[in-house]
């Protein structure tokens, strides 16, 4: 049987799954694998289910290797170094499609969240600060017809964009690094800086690390519009959080929605500090049916590398 780390602690049915077929170590700890720890698990394990903090860097490929397959818990992988990985004959797959749906949902309440300020309504309702109702009292951003900009139009800013286009009547912009066709009215526009300033909310959905850490940087923020809403459900590497925190505090732009933090679960306290801003704790495939098919996904990747099969979801 076969040997098979699970580096988190998986929904019950993936981890009964597993066990059904493999040798199974489960970490019971919320923190991912250091360097160190990558690399030897790597030596010690046949397969290994890693995600998200689990430092799969190209240093931890330079020793001994048992491991034949790295079958990623989660859409993003910039915590594995695929390059390093393939070259030490390391296969590496990851989950796309399954999360889709889910964290277009956490996008559209982080739409909602920031420009109907909720976030901030509700700090007050329990703080017993709520005065009453009034005619001018905590007014936000109207959403339905606001012109939305999608930063990469791969499966999920597709599926944001039509939830705003269907469902808030709202023109839709992206940016592609390519040109993209998408079967929903949108345009694409040639540049970052022509989408944040022509939109009048941004969701940025691309992959995270490699080119795209730090796109979203103090040149783009500086383009938007002073009244421009924010909304990452990427990954926190992909934005300047020192730019975007500047950008908010000099009311450059009117407000932001985060999911996702360059270190994670490190949150700036600036962040914390504005109520301007919408936080929440990277939910967005944070749903029970969402993360059981991740789970089974990922070991359908495993079972095939068994199975000398081609990885269903290789990278």
């Known amino acids: 049987m076969k040997k098979l780390l699970i580096t988190r602690r998986l929904p019950e049915a993936n981890l009964a799954a597993a066990r059904a077929r493999y040798d199974v170590t489960l970490r019971e700890t919320s923190e991912g ?25 190209a240093a931890a490929f330079e020793g001994e290797i048992r491991c034949g397959v790295l079958a990623n818990f989660g859409v993003g992988y910039n915590h594995i170094d695929a390059v390093a990985a393939a070259k030490a004959g390391v296969a590496v797959s990851n989950t796309p499609d399954v999360v ?32 009453g109702w009034g005619p001018t009292q905590m007014l936000g951003t109207h959403v339905t017809g606001k012109t939305v900009g999608i930063v990469g139009m791969g499966r999920i800013g597709q599926a944001v964009a039509r939830r705003c286009h269907y ?60 009244t421009g809403i924010f909304v990452n459900i990427a990954r926190g590497d992909v934005v ?59 070991l359908d990747n495993i079972i095939a590398w068994d199975e000398g099969r081609p990885l269903p979801q290789a990278v």
Not at 117 to 130: F, L
Not at 260 to 272: G, H, Q, S
């Open 240 to 298: 300047d959080e020192d730019a975007l925190i500047a950008a908010l505090q000099s009311g450059q732009i009117a407000g932001a929605g985060l999911d996702v933090f360059a270190k994670e679960p490190f949150v700036p306290d600036a962040f914390r500090a504005m109520e301007n801003v919408v936080l929440l704790p990277h939910l967005g495939t944070a749903a029970l049916e969402v993360r059981e098919a991740m789970g089974q996904m990922a």
């Open 167 to 226: 469902g808030f009547e709202m023109p839709v912009l992206f940016f592609n690094r390519s040109p993209k066709a998408v079967d929903l009215p949108a345009r694409q526009v040639a540049t970052l800086a022509e989408l944040m300033a022509a939109s009048d909310i941004i969701v940025v959905t691309v992959p995270g690390g490699g080119a795209n850490t730090k796109m979203i940087d103090a040149a783009a923020l500086a383009a938007m519009k002073p």
């Open 100 to 131: 889709t749906d889910a964290t277009a949902d956490i996008g559209m309440t982080l739409i909602l969240s920031t420009c109907r300020r909720a976030g901030e309504g509700e700090r007050m309702v329990r703080a017993d600060k709520w005065g």
């Open 33 to 57: 694998l250091t360097v160190a720890e990558a690399a030897a698990a790597l030596r010690d394990y046949d397969a290994i289910l890693p995600t998200l903090g689990d430092q799969f860097v």
